[in-house]
């Protein structure tokens, strides 16, 4: 937590701040460890101040101050022991326990996290701090420990045994919201959570990258697309895996072939890179990937080859065309190219992976060979 909480500290110095706000969920997660509040919904936030000499706090150690209600204090009270807690109540609204703290540690550049708070509360935080400016706490999150390495590959041993488990449930005659529902209960009957809504695609419909699960049954000779992830201990899996009911057809075929050739490419080559260099710039694995598929005679991904992965499903590393993020030791992120064809169908193969000292290591190990149901 300390290392965590430094990175914050320098983030305060390097921008020349007082103090540091976070309030986005996963950040909060991240800092504290306490997973309860809703993302949704307002209920916390975090006041990281520059100089914790300046803390008056009983508790040794303190890194900052967690304001939050009544519904939570309790818990956290129990569970978050280096942050000071403020209870925000009928006498103590948030308005006053931000005002106090401005005063108290003279705070007057604020930094908080833009894409979190709304208009309004912007509104507020100005008329308290001085200057307030934006910063990205979520991309300190891009480099992983090895606890939430090992966290992450959890998530994708049960999202491996899940692809495994709703194999035998593809059948003539089943919709895709059944496989979707039926994804969703396995997760949860093995006491995890699902880090998105299930995709679930047969057929033509398979076209839309994140089509929405219908009632659509499944015919002989179609495509399906499965997308879905695992959320265990907070850390979340994600993978993609098409399968074909019946027999593929050459045209089924050649896209696959085309899209695991095109995953293979941007593997082998971050390797290469990986072998010469420590950083690797993101937008370079993801063009790999997209020129194999456009020299093949399709159109280009119409998404980003992949994206980190830890809290949230979606986080920096993100690789994609106009992607300025660079690929270093210890990140995790997915690799999942795709074709997609209107009125044809849709083929995706995504897997998680972590780049290691040694390069590249595959978080997902469901196979990748055609497979026909
Ligand atoms: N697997 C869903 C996505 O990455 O958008
Ligand atoms: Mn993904």
């Known amino acids: 937590m300390q290392d965590k909480i430094s990175k914050i500290r320098n983030l305060i110095s390097n921008n020349n ?20 509040f809703s993302k949704d919904e307002r209920e916390a936030f975090l ?63 604020l930094g908080f996290e833009g894409n979190s708070i709304s208009f309004l509360e912007h509104k507020k935080l100005s008329k308290y701090f001085n200057n307030i400016y934006h910063l990205s706490i979520s991309k300190l999150r891009s480099v992983k420990t090895p606890d939430e390495i090992s966290k992450i590959e959890k998530a994708c041993e049960l999202g491996d ?37 299930p995709i679930v695609a047969f057929g033509k419909n398979s076209s839309v990258p ?11 000779n179609q495509i399906v697309l499965l997308d879905f992830g695992v959320k265990l201990d907070n850390y979340c899996s994600d993978m993609t895996r098409t399968v074909f009911f019946g027999k593929a057809t050459n045209e089924q075929r050649k896209m696959y072939e085309t899209v695991l050739a095109a995953q293979s490419r ?18 370079n694995i993801d063009q790999a ?13 119409p998404h980003s080859l992949g994206h980190g992965i830890g809290l949230e499903v979606h986080e920096s590393p ?5 992607s300025k993020d660079i690929l270093r030791e210890n990140m995790v992120f997915s ?39």
């Open 47 to 109: 006041l990281i101040v520059a100089q914790p000499q300046g803390l008056t706090h009983k508790t040794p150690g303190v890194l900052g101050y967690i304001l939050t209600d009544g519904r939570y204090s309790e818990e956290v009270r129990k569970q978050v022991k280096d942050f000071e807690l403020i209870e925000i109540s009928s006498e103590l609204s948030l308005e006053k326990a931000l005002k106090n703290l401005a005063k108290k540690h003279n705070l007057k550049k």
């Open 17 to 36: 701040l007082n103090a540091v706000l976070i309030s986005s969920v996963p950040n909060i997660i991240y800092l504290t460890g306490f997973s309860n």
């Open 289 to 301: 990937a997209r020129d194999y598929i456009i020299s093949q005679g399709y159109k280009t991904i």
């Open 266 to 283: 941007a593997i082998d080559l971050l390797n290469s890179l990986f072998m010469i260099h420590d950083s690797i710039p993101a937008k």
């Open 318 to 322: 993100h690789l994609s065309p106009l």
């Open 335 to 373: 690799i999942e190219p795709g074709i997609y064809i209107p009125g044809v169908g849709g083929v995706r193969i995504e897997d998680l992976v972590v780049l290691e000292k040694n390069g590249l290591r595959l978080l997902t190990s469901s196979p990748k060979e055609l497979i026909e149901v």
């Open 210 to 220: 994140h089509h929405f699960p219908t009632n659509n049954q499944l015919t002989n």
């Open 161 to 197: 045994k899940t692809f495994k488990y709703i194999l035998k449930k593809i059948k003539e005659g089943v919709n895709e919201k059944e496989i979707a529902f039926e994804i969703e209960f396995f997760i949860k009957k093995q006491g995890a959570d699902i880090s998105f809504r």
